[in-house]
């Protein structure tokens, strides 16, 4: 009985430190209105952009509920990109219609964290904003 025990509680911890090992940083920079100090979390490996700054909180828009079809959810990633997938076809079409559109820009839905830390910028504008706007 004590052996079976000793190896579940070793499995539980091999468990939790895995999932630790498989967690990455993400620092958002500051923005006016989604989030005016800035704010730094821990995200799982293989969980998008998108859904890392939702469950945080940030309230980023996501318009067409995260299917690559508009591009409100546009972020500039400063630190990290290159640990990022390549932006498929589908996105990179998409995102040359967004607002403010860098060399560095994602769609965060589709972008998914990996294990390099990661420094995100929520553009100021979404093509929403540009359109009632401007
Ligand atoms: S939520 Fe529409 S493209 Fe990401």
Same mark, same amino acid.
């Given at each position: 009985?004590?052996?079976w025990?000793d ?7 091999l468990?939790?430190l ?16 989604l989030?005016?100090n800035?704010l730094?979390? $821990?995200?799982?490996v @293989?969980e +998008?952009?998108c859904d ?9 828009e996501?318009a067409?509920e995260?299917s690559c079809?508009?591009t409100t959810c546009h ?6 990109i290159?640990?990022?997938?390549d932006?498929?076809?589908k996105e990179?079409?998409?995102l $040359?219609m967004a607002w @403010?559109? +860098?060399p560095?820009s994602?769609l965060s839905?589709?972008?998914k964290?990996?294990?390099e830390?990661l ?5 100021k504008?979404?093509i929403?904003?540009a359109r009632?706007t401007?």
């Amino acid at each position: 009985m004590g052996r079976w025990v000793d190896k579940f509680i070793g499995f539980v911890s091999l468990n939790k430190l895995y999932k630790k090992r498989m967690m990455t940083k993400i620092i958002v920079l500051p923005h006016e209105s989604l989030c005016p100090n800035g704010l730094e979390f $821990d995200a799982p490996v @293989g969980e +998008t952009i998108c859904d890392a700054l939702l469950r945080n909180h940030i309230e980023i828009e996501h318009a067409c509920e995260k299917s690559c079809a508009c591009t409100t959810c546009h972020v500039i990633v400063r630190e990290g990109i290159q640990s990022l997938d390549d932006a498929e076809e589908k996105e990179e079409d998409m995102l $040359d219609m967004a607002w @403010g559109l +860098t060399p560095l820009s994602r769609l965060s839905c589709q972008a998914k964290v990996r294990s390099e830390p990661l420094v995100i910028e929520i553009p100021k504008y979404t093509i929403n904003h540009a359109r009632e706007t401007h």
